[in-house]
């Protein structure tokens, strides 16, 4: 193994990870998940000390027609890193979507092979890629062409409990010239089901002398260095984990690396959740992007402490100033938090 980031033991990492010719401050990434990490988001979880963000998956031939979803969706303003996720089924598509994300101003460019829905297989793309390991590597070798970026790999542990040939797919894309490989511990055909496997990670850890990020089920710091220690990996990634709460990354990331991490005070995660849903409705239009931001403000209220039926009024209202207000009465349940001004 030839991690740049040496595990030193009880989940202890020496230095951030390297991607190539990026170095990073940390080993702990914000997961790409669509409809959820949007550019707002990805932010604040830097701000907060995410050593990583990584844009939601944009198809790359849309992404190459310009398609307005697309941008939005990997939109990079105001990242100093800026992690462009890909997925497509053409290595065509691929080499000129790693093009246009270097183009427009990507740091790095992440390959989805880890998308189970189905409308993603169908198209074989996404996991679906993992029954078809000849492809996915025209695919690897077509986006790595398309850019002088690093190139990274996303995946799972492969399609079905038969087939778990993360190991030779991940071998086979560092010769394609990939820098970084993140594996979430399911199968394609477990979806979400039953819990990551940490453990079987650690035989791509050993396939490979690339980093490597473990990802799936990680909630805590605890969490994070079981993570590191079972399975060998070099980073953690979260995903679910950090809906609602996008500091927690930065804090991994901290405890990861010994330094002391200071909670950020009840106004500060407030002011953090009233930028994120101001910035959906401003990238978005306020209509869609206040109806984008409901499963935020959900997850926003719920680690606040705030009642259920604050909750119900949050995500029910279509008027962007009650939304406002409410966001800010919920986080009044956390302690040590200032009134709202308008109460004050
Ligand atoms: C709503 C949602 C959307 C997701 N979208 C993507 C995506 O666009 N690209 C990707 O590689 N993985 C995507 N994922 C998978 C996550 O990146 C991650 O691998 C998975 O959620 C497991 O990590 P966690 O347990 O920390 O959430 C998505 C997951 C969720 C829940």
């Known amino acids: 193994m030839n991690n740049p980031a040496q595990l030193l033991g009880d989940g202890v990492l020496s230095e951030g990870l390297r991607i190539g ?3 990073l401050d940390g080993c702990a990434v914000l997961a790409p998940m669509s409809g959820v990490t949007d550019v707002g988001l990805r932010r604040i979880a830097r701000r907060f000390g995410a050593s990583l963000v990584v844009s939601e998956m944009v198809a790359s031939d849309d992404y190459v ?3 307005e979803v697309s941008r939005l969706r990997a939109e990079g303003a105001g990242l100093d890193v800026h992690v462009v996720q890909i997925a497509g089924r053409e290595a065509g598509w691929m080499g000129e979507a790693a093009r246009v994300a ?3 101003g990507a740091s790095i460019v992440d390959i989805n092979m880890g998308c189970p829905a189905k409308r993603v297989t169908g198209g074989y793309a996404g996991s679906a890629l993992m029954r078809a390991p000849d492809h996915a590597l025209r695919l690897i070798e077509a986006t790595v062409k398309g850019t002088s970026l690093p190139v ?5 542990l492969g399609w079905d409990l038969d087939c778990l040939n993360a190991p030779q797919i991940a071998r086979r894309a560092q010769d394609a010239g990939v820098q970084l490989i993140t594996i979430h511990g399911r199968t394609r055909n477990q979806f979400y089901k039953g819990s990551a496997d940490w453990r079987a ?3 791509v850890v050993e396939a490979t002398s690339l980093p490597v990020v473990a990802n799936g089920d990680c909630g805590s710091l605890a969490d994070a260095r079981a993570m590191l220690a079972q399975s ?4 953690v990634m979260i995903g679910r984990a950090a809906m609602g709460r996008p500091w927690l990354v930065g804090e991994i990331a901290s405890g990861l690396a010994e330094r002391t991490w200071i909670e950020p005070s009840p106004d500060q995660k407030r002011d953090a959740a009233l930028e994120h849903l101001d910035a959906l409705m401003t990238n978005m239009g306020v209509k869609t992007g206040l109806r984008h931001a409901r499963k935020h403000l959900s997850a926003y209220a719920e680690h606040a402490g705030a009642p259920d039926a604050l909750r119900l009024r949050l995500v029910t209202t279509d008027d962007p100033g009650q939304a406002t207000a409410l966001l800010r ?3 009044v349940h956390l302690s040590g938090a200032s009134l709202p001004a308008e109460a004050a």
């Not at 060998?232 to 980073?235: K, N, S, T």
């Open 21 to 23: 010719s990026v170095q």
């Open 201 to 203: 990670i650690r035989a």
């Open 152 to 156: 990274t790999l996303k995946m799972r």
């Open 329 to 331: 009465e919920a986080f």
């Open 232 to 235: 060998g990996a070099a980073g």
């Open 65 to 67: 027609r310009g398609h």
């Open 102 to 104: 270097q183009e427009t």
